[in-house]
């Protein structure tokens, strides 16, 4: 039998018209999806490019305006340390792992070295020099001194911000509140049992049934 027979014989649910139906959805598929690319493409020519040369850029840093210019790149650590006298941020690994660049906007604790200065427009931004009021220790700062919870000092203040960001969402934590908070700081020295207790001293809850052990046990 030829395959024009065949084909007269199973009708549309020959092998061949199937092949040409699925060889027809493929191209109108392609074709939507080619012109869908372009639809984006077109769309972004069309959006003002900022960059590559410096731009103005203004942030609220500890209730200040401070106005730079930046490159689109540089992120808010490096515009806080290397454009202004903002040095407290540390820059450790550069890789959202240690912490030590930790600040706080709009009382969130982020790692300054994965946010763009340009992307921190508009929010406030905290840093530990905006703590203390008129030379006065905030609580979490006075409680690190306190406690001694510091050894080389460079992850310090990266700590004391992400403390002081938990107690303003939360002022009464428990240690494993403060261990949850402070997951994302590293300290190569190891004071984090002094660090959890500074933080519950601040907190006011050092006596609500925290044990020696559990402090020590914080590594």
């Known amino acids: 039998m030829k395959d024009s027979d065949k084909d007269s014989l199973l009708g549309a649910h020959s092998r061949r018209t199937f092949l040409k139906s699925l060889g027809t959805v493929a191209a109108t598929a392609a074709t939507a999806q080619v012109q869908s690319v372009a639809a984006e493409l077109e769309k972004i020519n069309a959006e003002n490019v900022i ?90 700062q006075q409680a690190f001194f306190d406690k001694d919870a510091l050894m080389c000092g460079y992850c310090t203040p990266g700590f004391v911000m992400s403390v002081t960001a938990l107690l303003k969402k939360n002022p009464h934590p428990t240690a494993d509140d403060v261990k949850h908070a402070c997951a994302g700081n590293l300290c190569r020295c190891g004071t984090q049992p002094r660090v959890l207790a500074a933080a519950l001293q601040a907190a006011g809850v050092a006596a609500n049934g925290t044990t020696q052990t559990e402090v020590i046990s914080y590594v």
């Open 51 to 140: 960059g590559p040369g410096a731009v103005p850029v203004t942030l609220s840093v500890n209730g200040k305006r401070l106005t730079l210019q930046l490159e689109p790149r540089v992120t808010l650590l490096d515009a806080l340390r290397n454009y202004s006298s903002l040095t407290g941020a540390k820059e450790g690994c550069d890789r959202a792992s240690c912490g030590a660049c930790t600040v706080m906007m709009d009382d969130m604790p982020i790692y300054s070295c994965q946010k763009l200065a340009i992307e921190a427009q508009g929010h406030e931004i905290t840093t530990v020099e905006g703590l203390a009021d008129s030379g006065k220790l905030s609580p979490v």
